[in-house]
T-cell receptor, first 119, second 111 residues
């Protein structure tokens, strides 16, 4: 149980285009999901907290108009990187916290990540 | 602010024991997690400490001292597959379950 999927796993796009990344909790409901960015050989940096039915909460320094988050259901959150540029190339990882009993410590379950390369 | 430090890299021998340290200075504390992450993959949960002391789980153990802002992850009987990045993360005390991750320690297990 407690599986989180992401799609796509890898995407290459041209500069100036927008890319949508999906994060799904497959066997549990998640009112809250999180989006992280990870640069090579660095740790995870929280970008925003996604809340079902309400606006996302962005971390300081993260542009909300560039990284659009939509948490339309209890099992799906999407991150859209708008007008992507080469500096947005990174590994984007989502996680979800179960609303139910999954997770003894109320821990976050992570998706497999999406590798974004902007040419 | 949030400051969580770990050694950047460590190397150990197969079959040996290794201890990965994590020190933290955070504005609040509601538990500390250790995750394992292989390159290009998602982090996977290893352990959780919220009270002082040692938590043992098979080959992995984790220790916490809240007064010292210190934790360590102990890996015993190292295997080659343990070569990975190990991430320490502190949970905020608010109800949002927000995590702040440390810098991560890249562990290399050699023959």
């Amino acid at each position: 149980g407690a599986v989180v999927s992401q799609h796509p796993s890898r995407v290459i796009c041209k500069s100036g285009t927008s890319v949508k990344i999906e994060c799904r909790s497959l066997d549990f409901q998640a009112t809250t999901m999180f989006w992280y960015r990870q640069f090579p050989k660095q740790s995870l940096m929280l970008m925003a907290t996604s809340n079902e039915g309400s606006k996302a909460t962005y971390e300081q320094g993260v542009e909300k108009d560039k990284f659009l988050i939509n948490h339309a259901s209890l099992t799906l959150s999407t991150l859209t990187v708008t007008s992507a540029h080469p500096e947005d190339s990174s590994f984007y990882i989502c996680s979800a916290r179960s609303d139910g009993p999954s997770g003894v410590y109320n821990e976050q379950f992570f998706g497999p990540g999406t590798r974004l390369t902007v040419l | 602010g949030q400051n969580i430090d770990q050694p950047t890299e460590m190397t150990a021998t197969e079959g040996a024991i290794v201890q990965i340290n994590c020190t933290y200075q955070t504005s609040g504390f509601n538990g500390l997690f250790w995750y394992q992450q292989h390159a290009g993959e998602a982090p996977t949960f290893l352990s959780y400490n919220v009270l002082d002391g040692l938590e043992e789980k098979g080959r992995f153990s984790s220790f916490l001292s809240r007064s010292k802002g210190y934790s360590y992850l102990l890996l015993k009987e190292l295997q080659m597959k343990d070569s990975a990045s190990y991430l320490c993360a502190v949970r905020d005390p608010g109800g949002g379950n927000k995590l702040t991750f440390g810098t991560g320690t890249q562990l290399k297990v050699e023959l």
